[in-house]
């Protein structure tokens, strides 16, 4: 769930607001009614995928038709 504080209420209740934070809300912290910060949870940044991590568990199928020679033009 997202709220909506100003940033007077955010100093008085800090400890609070980061409970609420760690049970999976965001804090949006406001001066004069325009946001100026948000308060999320901090996540740990996920390992890099080592390269041929999955090499073996793919499987190409035999009747699988080539893709367009122009298809990777599409994403550009």
């Known amino acids: ?7 007077h209420e955010a100093k008085t209740r800090l400890s609070q607001l980061i409970q609420q ?3 999976g809300d965001e804090i949006i912290i406001s001066r ?3 946001p100026i ?3 999320v949870a901090y ?3 996920a390992q890099p ?6 090499k073996g568990m793919v499987e190409i199928m035999p009747d699988f ?3 367009p020679e ?3 033009e599409h994403f550009q």
């Not at 769930?1 to 940033?7: H, K, L, P, S």
């Open 37 to 39: 910060a948000r308060l």
């Open 21 to 23: 934070v760690e049970e």
């Open 43 to 45: 996540r740990e940044k």
């Open 1 to 7: 769930m997202t709220q909506t504080i100003n940033i």
């Open 32 to 34: 004069a009614n325009k």
């Open 49 to 54: 995928r080592r390269l041929g991590e999955a």
């Open 70 to 72: 122009d298809f990777l």
């Open 65 to 67: 038709d080539q893709l």
